[in-house]
């Protein structure tokens, strides 16, 4: 059977205006198929089966229309053995074709649709896609039948009407839908905003112009303020000790910004396993090489962004304690919440409405499914910071669920802080405990679902997401470790904390090693011998390297902070991060949507080299920071406005997520710890 669909594909229909004219075609492949239908067998009765007939006959009659359609469906692939399994066919030639049929089958429109074709028994049975749930190959190849029949209705008809048809499996897209009433508020919105964004703008420019000075409240949305404040750098010079200890610290911003780009990074090659393949049987290999290092361990890229939370998170609510010993607890969360919330609910809105109208292709339907569908049904989960929780499987935005996490974490945060703030190091206790008990909960679960760290291993149901990546109380480690570290800077924020060469050269060491076990200590589990591991190595392994991530990272922070970073401080606190971290939570928000809507357009199966993938890798974050800057200024910037007008005043509360706007701390008096004072006494102030 299978043989008699490689005949049926290999011999493509190949017709140009001047062969059709010479002589008719030699029809063969799904021409000569159709060609072959009995039609004795069909009743006349469905649209679909009127226009089905039209089909049959006009490839009878040679008419154009007709080998057009069948033009546009896929032939059979050559490099099968190499993994080349898709030849989508011309996805853009199926889909524009309309014919008049008549009064009886009415206008045909062409409808895009995949046959799946199982290569049991011709290839090796081995997965060679990461996350796919079975052992058995299959090529998948574009089809244009008429749009008034599905799928699984084209079948029948094929089975009804040739004999000896082998098992396929035909799915199509859906044809596009008009714009709603859902669609036309959407589009009021946002044209809304960038109409009072302009207004604020013009009034601006025009009354600078006058030499008057501009109402602040009416400039709130003014891309001209806004842009100013978010694009603006200050250079500090915090190398010398005696020059006092900074109020700030500046190497967040870089910390911030390379593990933004390791996500877009790391995504980037998700988007390409979304993509068909030229190559798809090098992506195992690439699995188990050391060139996947960067991509298989990008998960801890995350701990950084909780690590940050965490210490802004305690340092913010310490110096409020220090302030006014107690919290407003009420303006907090709202201060923290429409912080988040607006540049998320735009987004929100534009996946469940705009979305599916925004382009077309091969997989564009099985890449809205994958954002535009869960948002319109869990649009609320998102907004209100539960979704981990309440529909893991089906989030609405998949790299959302960060959101929720650091959300539910600041929520907690008082619970924790607080105590720390009116005991002190007693609490401390406290924190190693509930960081333990995060490791454990890991640990457990892994052993519990038998779960892999493997890129290979099959995970149908996400159980790992579900139960280890996605929950609070397993993902909390990291920010506990960043409560701490928190909580060691804001006591000594004022002095610089002394410690001795070998203990500075002790720290760097530990970290360095940590960051590099990190990355490499999954290379092991990733090979295709991976199940003949025990499951503990995937346990312990997972359990730990979120916290020892954190704790290397800290230390990073910690040593830049005292003065012990030298020329990782000057990377990491160079003023051209600082405009690019205010960035940074408009990028986060929008790379995945964009990588995704990228997939869904690909016309052309995707050549995979390490090469390859760097280059699209520049262009998604060169084009998401060119989407992020105005999509800022018009969701984000404005909120610190809109604050002001409905609080009285600006609050020192930090949001902590990746490209919060108050990196700055507040300001410290310029006190400095003579360098013969003990270490033992400093750290007294704990």
Not at 544 to 571: H, K, Q, S
Request: charged share 15%; proline share 5%; net charge positive.
């Amino acid at each position: 059977m299978l043989l008699g669909w490689i005949v049926l594909f290999v011999a493509p229909v190949l017709v140009s205006p001047l062969a059709y004219e010479a002589q008719p075609p030699s029809f063969s492949g799904i021409s000569g198929l159709l060609q072959s239908v009995d039609t004795r067998q069909l009743t006349n009765e469905t649209l679909c089966e009127r226009q089905f007939l039209a089909v049959v006959s006009g490839l009878k009659e040679k008419e154009f229309w007709s080998i057009e359609l069948v033009d546009s469906w896929g032939k059979w692939p050559a490099g099968i053995f190499a993994g080349n399994l898709y030849e989508l066919g011309h996805y853009d030639q199926c889909v524009d074709l309309r014919h008049d049929a008549g009064e009886l089958a009415g206008t045909i429109q062409g409808r895009y649709c995949f046959l799946t074709v199982l290569l049991k028994g011709l290839l090796p049975t081995s997965r060679i896609m990461p996350g796919t749930s079975g052992d058995i190959w299959a090529a998948r190849l574009g089809a244009c039948i008429p749009a008034a029949c599905t799928g699984d209705h084209f079948l029948q008809l094929l089975n009804r009407t040739v004999l000896n048809l082998p098992p396929v499996h035909m799915g199509c897209n859906e044809i596009p839908v008009p714009l709603g009433g859902a669609q036309a508020a959407a589009i009021a919105f946002f044209a809304t905003i960038i109409l009072i964004a302009l207004a604020s703008t013009l009034y601006e420019i025009v009354a600078r112009c006058r030499r008057r000075t501009p109402h602040r409240n009416l400039i709130i949305f003014s891309l001209v303020t806004n842009g100013k404040k978010l694009l603006a750098t200050v250079n500090r010079n915090r190398l010398e000790p005696d020059a006092g200890k900074s109020g700030t610290i500046e190497c967040i911003n870089g910390i911030r910004v390379i593990s933004m780009v390791w996500v877009v990074f790391a995504h980037n090659y998700v988007r390409i396993g979304m993509q068909p393949l030229h190559n798809s049987k090098v992506i195992g290999p690439w699995l188990q090489s050391y060139h996947s290092v960067l991509v298989v361990a990008s998960t801890v890229s995350v701990d950084s962004f909780f690590l940050i939370s965490g210490l802004l998170t305690c340092w913010s609510i310490l110096n409020m304690l220090d302030k006014r010993g107690k919290l407003n607890l009420p303006l907090m969360y709202a201060h923290r919440y429409l912080r988040l919330t607006p540049a998320l609910a735009a987004l929100v809105l534009y996946s469940a409405t705009l979305m599916t109208h925004s382009g077309s292709g091969p997989f564009w339907d099985s890449a809205m499914t994958l954002t535009a569908t869960n948002c319109r049904t869990y649009w609320w989960s998102t907004l209100l910071y539960v979704q981990n929780y309440v529909n893991p499987r089906e989030l609405c935005l998949g790299h959302s669920w960060y959101l929720s996490v650091d959300m539910q974490l600041y929520l907690l945060a008082p619970l924790l802080i607080y105590p720390l703030w009116r005991w002190g190091r007693r609490v401390l206790l406290v924190i190693a405990a509930l960081t333990v008990g995060s490791m454990v909960c890991v640990l457990v679960l892994f052993l519990a679902y038998d779960l892999r760290l493997s890129f290979l291993a099959v995970d149908q149901d996400r159980l790992r997401h579900v139960y280890t990546y996605y929950p609070t109380h397993t993902r909390a480690g990291a920010w506990l470790v960043g409560v701490f570290v928190g909580y060691v800077l804001q006591r000594t924020r004022k002095h610089y904390v002394l410690l001795p060469r070998w203990a500075v050269a002790t720290g760097w060491t530990l970290a360095t090693a940590i960051i590099l076990a990190i990355l490499f200590g999954d290379h092991p589990l990733q090979q295709s011998d991976y199940a003949s591991l025990p499951l503990a190595a995937d346990a312990i392994y997972e359990a730990l390297n979120r916290v020892a991530w954190a704790g290397a990272v800290g230390w990073i922070i910690f040593a830049c902070v005292n003065g012990y970073g030298g020329p990782v401080n000057l990377f990491l606190g160079a003023a051209i991060w600082q405009p690019l971290g205010r960035l940074s939570y408009s990028i986060y928000l929008l790379h995945l949507p964009i990588q995704l809507m990228m997939a869904g357009v690909a016309r052309l199966p995707f050549y995979f080299t390490d090469l390859q993938a760097a280059y699209q890798f520049w262009g998604d974050i060169g084009f998401t920071v060119t989407l992020a800057l105005p999509w800022a200024l018009l969701f984000e910037s404005p909120v610190i406005g809109l604050e002001r007008i409905l609080f009285g005043r600006s609050r020192n509360t930090t949001a902590s997520c990746p490209g919060s706007k108050e990196e700055t701390i507040e300001p410290a008096k310029q006190d400095v710890i003579p360098k013969t004072l003990s270490l033992t006494l400093q750290t007294a102030r704990l």
